[in-house]
């Protein structure tokens, strides 16, 4: 059955398989299981239908870029079409009540007979739609319009005005009759209101106290049961540690043994075809000659024999010790927080918090990576600022453009000396070209790049979703222009910059939320699609990290709080998932230092702001928590900086 959002036929919904089936026989395409699988030359599979859909507008393979048609298309290989085969579906017309589950492979012909199929009255003026097993006695038992014989016209023409007349009789009666009950049933119904009343009083008072008491009774118990099991994850933790410690140093011990046996085999092995070769040389010589040449042939044999396993034994032992210390050194690791160069120190701005966006956060932190700890930055208080952008320029941070302190959208830019403990936030020397809020902006070399967002229009009037791209020059004479124009308006989205081309990744287009990636080239002034994001996401954090944008949490095209974390190669346009956060987020603020990603603040699944911070390593693929920020923060802003 094909999903809503396409006007062609794609794959099969998940919810209709007995079990769930594998992503592996999903369609990268409609995102649902494979219907009638073909596949590229390097075998992606897709849904011939989403494939020949892409080929009207691409002639790529979204998935490897290699070039693509109609008549390269390849079925799907025998083992890929044998599994969805055999798998179990319910039938096209479940929701209709049809029980049956059948086997992919016979799908269409159980379709094409099922009892449960719609189809439509035949009887004249009836448009109801009745199950193919329910049509006959829909039409003969049940529809209104169905054709009936008359066997005596007149008689039923008398007989009914017969019944008319005694039906008209019995209703003046029963009209006076109901009158009288009536009024006797308002009196008795208006006492008996006012005396539930007080009941219902009494009994709701009695209720609360005792819910209340449940309550606190309940919550008691849950604490202690939490406790509990926190008391057991860690002595199963301990337990395991020292297992897996075991474990590790009994398989080093059999793996070094067994290979001082093989080394020691292998030389003697050598050596003996050595001294064979040797002797039957030396069988031309003397016997005296021999005798000296097998007795200092001995001597060296002995010598090196204990030389080789001597060697051997310290090389053991020394692997041993090298590799405890190994053990020991990740263990340390992967206790410990995310390291990160000590020098650079994360400052975080603005935002809101408490559940709602009129209410501003107006401070600025800052997190010592050397101490591992947040410091408010008292004399850094700035008007209220949320849905905003910042970058580095000049050894300053600057905040461009959101919502001030009157709520109202703002194109102000303000900044701050970060290298002065003492410094407060100052206005900048040129302003963003159009008050926005919900964009997106990137420096380079004195030059500021701006995209998407909400704008205030000059004139006023209610605000406007952008599709222009902006540069603003950050040094005299300032100045700024409008560059090129987006396929898309967005806001909410990302953009980042890598080799003098812009790339702006999904947000919200108006309509929906969207997956879509564009490149504008600088250099060319040209916009182009480029592949899409694996999931349509908006109010995600964004990092550059060498040539990959990676596009941290957020929400998708139903509005669910993410923790994914997808990496997205520009060159390429190829997609990659990396391990999810600890916590749904979106609204959330992130930068890279190094190798590491630390992401900071959002709201999570349950609309809580939060004050929590996590960091990934890019090297070592593994999340860890840092400290919470001071205050919580949604649509805050942040930098790093270092203080060489």
């Known amino acids: 059955m094909a999903c809503s959002k396409y006007d062609y036929e794609v794959g099969y919904e998940d919810n209709r398989f007995e079990f769930v089936v594998s992503q592996r026989f999903h369609c990268p395409i409609c995102f649902l299981v494979l219907k009638d699988p073909v596949m590229c030359k390097n075998e992606h599979y897709y849904c011939s239908s989403c494939m020949k859909k892409h080929l009207e507008n691409s002639s790529f393979c979204p998935t490897c870029l290699e070039h693509l048609s109609v008549d390269t298309l390849r079925p799907a290989s025998r083992i890929v079409n044998d599994y969805i085969s055999e798998l179990n579906i319910h039938c096209d017309f479940y929701p209709r009540g049809c029980p049956e589950m059948v086997q992919v492979e016979n799908l269409k012909r159980h379709v094409a007979s099922c009892g449960f199929s719609p189809v439509q009255c035949s009887n004249d003026g009836c448009n109801v739609l009745v199950n193919a097993s329910d049509k006959l006695h829909h039409e003969t038992e049940v529809c209104d319009f169905r054709k009936m014989i008359c066997h005596d016209c007149g008689q039923v023409k008398n007989e009914v005005k017969e019944m008319k007349d005694e039906m008209k009789d019995e209703m003046k009666g029963m009209k006076g009759e109901i009158k009288n009950e009536m009024q006797g049933m308002k009196g008795e119904i208006k006492n008996e209101m006012q005396g539930m009343k007080g009941e219902i009083k009494n009994e709701m008072e009695i209720m609360n106290e005792g819910m209340k008491n449940e309550i606190k009774d309940e919550m008691k118990g849950m604490k202690e049961e939490m406790k509990e099991i926190i008391d057991q994850v860690l002595v199963h933790q301990d337990q395991m540690q020292d297992k897996i410690s075991k474990e590790v140093k009994e398989e080093v011990k059999d793996q070094m043994k067994n290979e001082m046996k093989g080394l020691i085999e292998n030389e003697m092995k050598g050596m003996k075809e050595e001294l064979k070769n040797e002797i039957i040389g030396m069988k031309e010589e003397t016997k005296k000659e021999m005798k000296n040449g097998m007795k200092g042939m001995k001597e060296g044999i002995k010598n090196e024999m204990k030389e080789i396993v001597m060697n051997a034994v310290r090389d053991a032992v020394a692997g041993i010790k090298d590799l405890e210390v190994e053990k020991k050194n990740s263990t340390q690791s992967s206790q410990a927080t995310c390291s990160s160069d000590a020098s650079e120190n994360i400052f975080v701005v603005g935002g809101h918090k408490h559940g709602w966006r009129y209410v501003e956060n107006k401070s600025t932190e800052c997190f010592n990576w050397a101490d591992q700890t947040w410091t408010l930055l008292d004399s850094a208080v700035i008007e209220g ?117 812009l790339f702006i990744l999904g947000g919200y287009d108006g309509k929906n939320i969207t997956a879509s990636v564009v490149q504008y080239d600088l250099i060319k002034n040209e916009c182009k699609e480029m592949p899409p994001l694996p999931y349509a996401v908006q109010e995600m954090a964004t990092v550059l990290w060498r040539n990959n944008v990676l596009v941290i949490g957020g929400l998708d095209h139903d509005y669910e709080r993410l923790n994914n974390v997808a990496m997205y190669d520009v060159i390429t346009g190829r997609s990659q998932m990396l391990l999810c956060m600890k916590r749904r987020r979106y609204g959330c603020t992130a930068v890279l230092t190094g190798n590491v990603v630390v992401v900071m603040g959002g709201r999570n699944g349950v609309n809580a702001d939060l004050k929590s911070v996590e960091c990934f390593d890019l090297e070592r693929q593994v999340w860890q928590d840092l400290p919470d920020m001071l205050e919580p923060r949604v649509h805050s802003t942040a930098v790093v900086k270092s203080n060489h």
């Open 385 to 501: 600022r949320f849905y905003s952008c910042s970058f580095l320029h000049q050894g300053q941070m600057v905040v461009a453009g959101g919502y001030d302190d009157d709520n109202n959208m703002t194109n102000t830019m303000k900044c701050l000396n970060i290298a002065d403990p003492a410094a407060t936030w100052k206005d900048f020397a040129v302003n963003l070209p159009v008050k926005c809020y919900g964009h997106k902006v990137v420096s380079h070399n004195d030059q500021l790049f701006m995209s998407g967002g909400y704008v205030q229009p000059s004139a006023g009037g209610p605000s406007k979703l952008s599709d222009a791209v902006y540069e603003v020059q950050l040094v005299p004479p300032y100045s700024s222009k409008m560059l090129t124009r987006l396929p898309q308006s967005r806001s909410q989205h990302g953009m980042e910059m890598f080799d003098q081309k």
